[in-house]
C-alpha cells in the first residue's frame, strides 16, 4: 500500500517549472514600439506600403514573442492591438493630408480660386451689357458659341438656330451667365 501511496504522490507532484524568460516579454513590447514608429514612418513617407507590411510583421512578431512569455500577457497585447488599429488608421488617415508629403503630392485648391477670378470678371463684363447691344460673333454659335461685346469676348447662346461667324448679332436676354442673342437686322 505504502508503494502505492508514493506512486499517488510522485503522479501528483506537478513537474519543475522552467522559470520565464524576461527576454521574450522585453523583445514583445521593443518589437511593438517598432511596429509603432515604423507605422508612423509610413505615415511621412510614402513608400509603397514596404514599411507598413514591415510594421505589420514586427507587431504580429511582438505579439508571438508576449504569447511565449505569458499566454495572459499575450492575449492583452492582442485584444489591445485589435482595439487601436482601427483608431490608429483614421487617426492616420486624418493626419496625413497635412503632412509635407501630402502637401507635395497633392494638387492645390487653384481651380476654385480661378473660378471665382472668371465669375468676378463675367460679373463686371456682364454689368456693362445691356439687352439691345451689338456685338459680332467670333466663333459659328451652334448654338453656344463666343461673341465680342466693347472688346470683351463672351459665350453667348442662340436664341434659335445657328449663326454664322463674323455675324453682327444683337443682346435679347441677360439671364444670370446667359447671354442669349439674336442676328441683327
Known amino acids: 500500500m505504502n508503494t502505492f501511496i508514493t506512486f499517488l504522490g510522485a503522479a501528483a507532484t506537478p513537474p519543475p517549472v522552467e522559470p520565464t524568460s524576461n527576454a521574450f516579454l522585453i523583445w514583445g513590447i ?3 514600439a517598432v ?3 515604423l507605422f508612423v514612418i509610413e505615415l511621412l513617407i510614402p513608400t509603397a ?6 510594421s505589420i510583421l514586427s507587431l ?5 514573442f508576449l ?6 500577457v499575450g492575449t492583452i497585447a492582442c485584444l489591445l492591438t485589435l482595439f487601436a488599429i482601427p483608431f490608429l488608421i483614421g487617426f492616420g488617415i ?6 509635407f508629403i501630402a502637401k507635395w503630392v497633392t494638387l492645390k485648391n487653384e481651380k476654385k480660386a480661378e473660378s471665382k477670378t472668371e465669375e468676378l470678371l463675367f460679373s463686371e463684363v456682364t454689368h456693362d ?4 447691344m451689338i456685338g459680332e460673333t467670333i466663333t459659328p454659335l451652334r448654338p453656344v458659341g463666343t461673341c465680342v461685346f466693347n472688346k470683351h469676348r463672351i459665350e453667348c447662346i442662340a436664341e434659335a438656330g445657328i449663326i454664322d461667324q463674323n455675324t453682327k448679332v444683337e443682346i435679347t436676354l441677360i439671364d444670370g451667365m446667359q447671354i442669349k442673342v439674336k442676328p441683327y437686322t
Open 94 to 99: 486624418k493626419i496625413w493630408p497635412h503632412t
Open 129 to 132: 451689357l445691356q439687352p439691345g
Open 49 to 54: 506600403g514596404i514599411v507598413a507590411i514591415l
Open 35 to 37: 511596429a509603432l514608429v
Open 30 to 32: 521593443v518589437l511593438i
Open 60 to 64: 504580429i512578431i511582438g505579439i508571438a
Open 67 to 72: 504569447f511565449n512569455f505569458n499566454t495572459l
